[in-house]
């Protein structure tokens, strides 16, 4: 597989290189970082600052930089089958989405937040725009992952869903790992069934969606047996993006897998609500599987 591995100076994008190592499979690793030029001009380049004050800035934060990647690089060399160090300049979100068009990644593995190779400027929102608008699966590191073996996947019946169920079975990181596969039906306002009237066609909607829901997962997690994975299913309902999360806390996962929902448009893939939610609510890593 082909990997993007975004990287800086930050602690979460340490905490997204680790990642890196959970793979099973040595990927065709490429690290890039970049130094938003513009936003150090912005900042630094006045009449405040002492003459040349913004040159010599930025040649420190290149020099960061290029640090960065070749640490990177020693660092990952021994779980990588290839690694290719690139250095850019530019909005690091559009940065982040050419350079995986370009390199025909498979995967982009950032953190949740970043920095400019430096304590200084943050990258608000990067994380979130590589995710919307991505042309291929993007995992968001959000904390340190010395061990991965409890995912919990979301499904909901949808093709998108059904991607994620394949991006698994093919064992993309290292086993043995629980997984816990987690349909929600969000009321008899939605769902699997038609709007319903009166109490006792709620009760009788919802446990024709539990059951109709339950043999859903039975069959959707059934391409996910015999691999490495230890696979629980349940059943929720309330709001898809809070029960998700709830589910997650609860199940102390590490990561959830979830497909991304959306409309297309142009070239890209915009994220439907409940993914949008979950990535910026979850208290844990989130890999959007495209």
Known sequence: ???????????????????????AVPPDLHVLNVVDVEALKHAYDSPEMPAGYYETYRQEVSEVAERVLHEMKAELAPHASHIRLIADTGDAAESIIQTAEEARAGLIILG????????????????????????????IVKEPQPTLDRI???????????????????????????????????GHH?????????????RSAAKTARAQGEALLRSTVAPLSGKPYEVETEWLQGDPAFSLIEAAARHQAQMIVLGARG??????FLLGSVSQKVLVHAPCSVLIVR
């Not at 064992?171 to 816990?180: H, L, Q, S």
């Not at 939605?190 to 709620?202: E, I, N, T, V, W």
């Not at 409309?263 to 890209?268: C, E, L």
Request: proline fraction near 7%; glycine fraction near 8%; charge should be positive.
């Open 263 to 268: 409309m297309k448009a142009v070239k890209r």
């Open 152 to 186: 919990l996947l979301a499904l909901d019946g949808s093709d998108e869903s059904t991607k994620a169920v394949q991006f698994l079975a093919r064992a993309p990181f290292k086993g043995p790992m629980r997984v816990t596969a987690v349909l929600v039906w969000p």
């Open 190 to 202: 939605a769902g699997l069934l038609g709007p319903a009237k009166g109490l006792r066609d709620m």
């Open 1 to 23: 597989m082909r990997v993007l591995l975004a990287v800086d100076a930050s602690p979460d994008s340490r905490n997204a290189a680790g990642m890196i190592k959970h793979l």
């Open 112 to 139: 949740q937040r970043g920095m400019t190779a430096t304590p200084t400027f943050l990258l608000g929102g990067v994380s979130q725009k590589v995710a919307t608008y991505a042309p291929c699966s993007v995992l």
